[in-house]
């Protein structure tokens, strides 16, 4: 594996210091599910507003001051600048802290950081997009990264699933993509209620079931660790191969630039040189920490 | 050997006077307890009496335990960051062992990447080493099968040589001649010089613990997927963590805040991959298990630091030997990495 050269990459806050984040204000709280929340927020720095960039897969780390830092990916997509976004479960201290923050409240963000989806290598691909629960969150920006740039790809697959309907986040993306004649969403749940007329399933399930061909197709699958387990599989026998695979993984991160230590799966730091990587990377990675 | 000086050590008071005019002097010191470099208090040079090593590594100069990255406080206009006053003391570390100045090389190739640390740098940046070799190096040190020695110079900007009542110094970096240059030392004759080489000599003789270092990255991923290995050489491990804390080339940090929303700061400390909580998320943790803690300890100082930047992250100081609770001797460890067989040979 080659690790990214970082000076390649577009870095915000490349000057000054790196850990002084940027403030932000919140603008809008979506509710997903009881314990996952969207917030919409935008710097309060008008030109920052003008000025960031950044690629689909990319995280930020996010601060409740007084709290602390944690890194979040960023769930909008780079083609809608109006809003920047980010997804929540609320599950520690931050995440917690981060649930019970208002419209109007300020967080500190600094980023973007890691090194995103490969989108260049997407184009011209039929791509199949696989995704469990707040897994959704890094996908929705590339989905909708490829849905306002539709005419770059080929057939787009998505399938995605979670634990019950109450679970199921991004409704409303989940409504547009259902409409929209140009994607074809399969949406599943792992037990279904009296209301729920749709598939019922685990998603390494439903995914064999939609069966999408190998061919010039790219898979990007991002979910609980339990659901990539049995879904990499599942594409092998689909026939795509380890390269064809792309994900994202998750780790306990503090600095995000590849000093702090502790993402690291051997010599591979997830914050910097990740957080996507395809199966073929992770196969090859010398430890099995992943 | 472009002119080497000499320091009397009765005139060394005088000198590090003289140079604390100039630089923030940090000198070993006991006088906190543990054996650290401390600022110079004018007077004191009694460590060359007792000074084998510091306890506490000199990274703690430009890596401190803890140290304030920003405050916080929230106003009408909301939340204000405010950078503490930015660190512009010009440090001379004095005595520095050679094993500690190579670490800072190594904590450089971390701090001074495409992500600039501002803190650790603008604290190296301006900072001079000078470096003392060793005369007495204990029996857990092994820095001679790490690519070092007593009197190796990587790093230092001056070397001093103990040969007895003085001290032999040898400007290595421009800076550390210069700084020779304008202090008005006596030169050092023939025999001076002829006595360094043997005080150099004879301590590198006193390092007799020895480890092959040679394919440790190949030997240490060919028993990497062994769980029986690693569960066995970590069983006596508690977890504490002084290895790493003390270890001057560990780097690992942790960021919290503290105060409240209205007024606080933003703090770094050192952290361990010891520390179970190191890696810990909500849901799960990679290295819940003490024997992933201490493969990838061992792991990332001989295999996956030395992937990135192509050198060892150890330099041989012994103190986790000498500072373990129980004993946990990495150099013995080392040694009990299974050879190569053939057929795996180097990669």
């Given amino acids: 594996m080659t690790i990214t050269d970082i000076s390649q990459r577009k870095r915000f806050l490349a000057q000054g210091n790196v850990y002084l984040p940027h403030i932000a204000v919140i603008e809008r709280i979506i509710d997903e599910t009881p314990g996952i929340r969207t917030f919409h927020f935008n710097f309060k720095d008008e030109r920052l507003r003008g000025e960031f960039t950044f690629e689909s897969g990319q995280f930020g780390e996010f601060s409740v001051f007084g709290v602390g830092e944690a890194?979040?990916?960023?769930?909008?997509?780079?083609?809608?600048?109006d809003h920047l976004g980010f997804t929540v479960q609320r599950v520690g201290r931050v995440t917690n802290a981060l649930?019970?923050?208002?419209?109007?409240?300020?967080?500190?963000?600094?980023?973007?950081?890691?090194?995103?989806?490969?989108?260049?290598?997407?184009?011209?691909?039929?791509?199949?997009?696989?995704?469990?629960?707040?897994?959704?969150?890094?996908?929705?920006?590339l989905v909708w990264n490829v849905i306002d740039n539709r005419a770059k790809y080929r057939n787009v697959d998505i399938i995605y699933g979670a634990r019950s309907p109450a679970d199921l986040c991004f409704k409303y993306?989940?409504?547009?993509?259902?409409?929209?004649?140009?994607?074809?969403?399969?949406?599943?749940?792992?037990?279904?209620?009296?209301?729920?007329?749709?598939?019922?399933?685990?998603?390494?399930?439903?995914?064999?079931?939609?069966?999408?061909?190998?061919?010039?197709?790219?898979?990007?699958?991002?979910?609980?660790?339990?659901?990539?387990?049995?879904?990499?599989?599942?594409?092998?026998?689909?026939?795509?191969?380890?390269?064809?695979?792309?994900?994202?993984?998750?780790?306990?991160?503090?600095?995000?630039?590849g000093k702090c230590?502790?993402?690291?799966?051997?010599?591979?730091?997830?914050?910097?040189?990740?957080?996507?990587?395809?199966y073929a990377q992770i196969m090859n990675l010398v430890s099995s920490e992943y | 050997m472009a002119g080497s000086k000499k320091i009397k050590k009765q005139d060394l008071a005088r000198l590090l006077s003289q140079w604390s005019q100039e630089f923030s002097l940090f000198v070993p010191s006991r006088t906190s307890g543990p054996a650290e470099m401390t600022e110079y208090d004018g007077q004191d040079t009694s460590f060359l009496g007792w000074y084998r090593n510091t306890i506490i590594p000199p990274k703690a100069s430009f890596l401190p335990h803890m140290e304030e990255m920003f405050s916080f406080h929230?106003?009408?206009?909301?939340?204000?960051?405010?950078?503490?006053?930015?660190?512009?003391?010009?440090?001379?570390?004095?005595?520095?062992?050679?094993?500690?100045?190579?670490?800072?090389?190594?904590?450089?190739?971390?701090f001074e990447d495409a992500y600039q640390d501002p803190y650790y740098r603008g604290r190296r940046r301006r900072a001079i080493l000078v470096g003392l070799g060793c005369t007495n190096p204990y029996d857990s040190c092994f820095c001679t099968s790490v690519g070092g020695g007593p009197s190796e110079t990587t790093g230092v900007d001056i070397m001093l040589t103990d040969i007895g009542d003085e001290l032999v110094a040898r400007g290595i970096t421009k800076a550390g001649e210069e700084l020779i240059a304008r202090s008005n030392l006596a030169r050092a004759t023939k025999a001076?010089?002829?006595?360094?080489?043997?005080?150099?000599?004879?301590?590198?003789?006193?390092?007799?613990?020895?480890?092959?270092?040679?394919?440790?990255?190949?030997?240490?991923?060919?028993?990497?997927?062994?769980?029986?290995?690693?569960?066995?050489?970590?069983?006596?491990?508690?977890?504490?963590?002084?290895?790493?804390?003390?270890?001057?080339?560990?780097?690992?940090?942790?960021?919290?805040?503290?105060?409240s929303p209205e007024k606080g700061t933003r703090c770094r400390s050192l952290d361990s991959c010891?520390?179970?909580?190191?890696?810990?998320?909500?849901?799960?943790?990679?290295?819940?298990?003490?024997?992933?803690?201490?493969?990838?300890?061992?792991?990332?100082?001989?295999?996956?630091?030395?992937?990135?930047?192509?050198?060892?992250?150890?330099?041989?100081?012994?103190?986790c030997i000498r500072l373990c609770p129980v004993n946990w001797d990495i150099a013995q460890i080392l040694e009990g990495v299974p050879e190569l067989s053939q057929a795996e040979g180097p990669k």
């Fill in chain 1, 71 to 81: 890194p979040f990916c960023i769930s909008s997509s780079p083609t809608r600048q």
């Fill in chain 2, 192 to 259: 001076d010089q002829k006595r360094a080489e043997q005080s150099q000599e004879a301590a590198r003789q006193k390092v007799t613990r020895k480890v092959d270092t040679r394919d440790m990255a190949s030997r240490l991923q060919a028993v990497f997927d062994d769980r029986d290995y690693w569960q066995q050489l970590a069983a006596k491990c508690l977890s504490c963590g002084i290895c790493t804390l003390l270890c001057p080339t560990c780097y690992c940090f942790d960021i919290n805040d503290e105060g």
């Fill in chain 1, 173 to 257: 993306d989940l409504d547009s993509w259902q409409k929209d004649k140009t994607v074809n969403l399969f949406t599943t749940v792992d037990k279904g209620d009296d209301k729920w007329k749709g598939k019922v399933g685990f998603v390494p399930q439903v995914l064999e079931g939609v069966a999408p061909s190998a061919d010039g197709a790219v898979a990007v699958v991002c979910g609980p660790p339990i659901m990539i387990r049995f879904t990499f599989p599942v594409l092998e026998k689909l026939g795509f191969t380890p390269e064809q695979m792309l994900t994202t993984l998750e780790k306990r991160m503090k600095c995000g630039i």
């Fill in chain 2, 274 to 319: 010891a520390f179970p909580d190191y890696t810990k998320m909500p849901m799960e943790n990679p290295r819940d298990e003490k024997w992933r803690r201490v493969r990838n300890r061992l792991c990332h100082k001989y295999e996956f630091y030395p992937m990135l930047f192509d050198t060892i992250a150890c330099t041989g100081c012994g103190r």
């Fill in chain 1, 99 to 141: 649930h019970r923050l208002a419209v109007g409240a300020e967080i500190g963000f600094r980023g973007p950081y890691g090194n995103g989806f490969p989108i260049n290598n997407l184009e011209g691909k039929n791509l199949v997009f696989v995704a469990g629960g707040i897994g959704l969150a890094p996908l929705r920006s």
């Fill in chain 1, 261 to 278: 230590g502790r993402c690291n799966i051997g010599n591979i730091y997830v914050c910097r040189d990740g957080p996507v990587f395809s």
């Fill in chain 2, 74 to 110: 929230r106003n009408k206009q909301g939340h204000q960051l405010e950078l503490p006053p930015s660190d512009e003391q010009k440090r001379l570390i004095f005595a520095i062992r050679p094993c500690d100045a190579r670490a800072l090389t190594i904590l450089d190739n971390v």
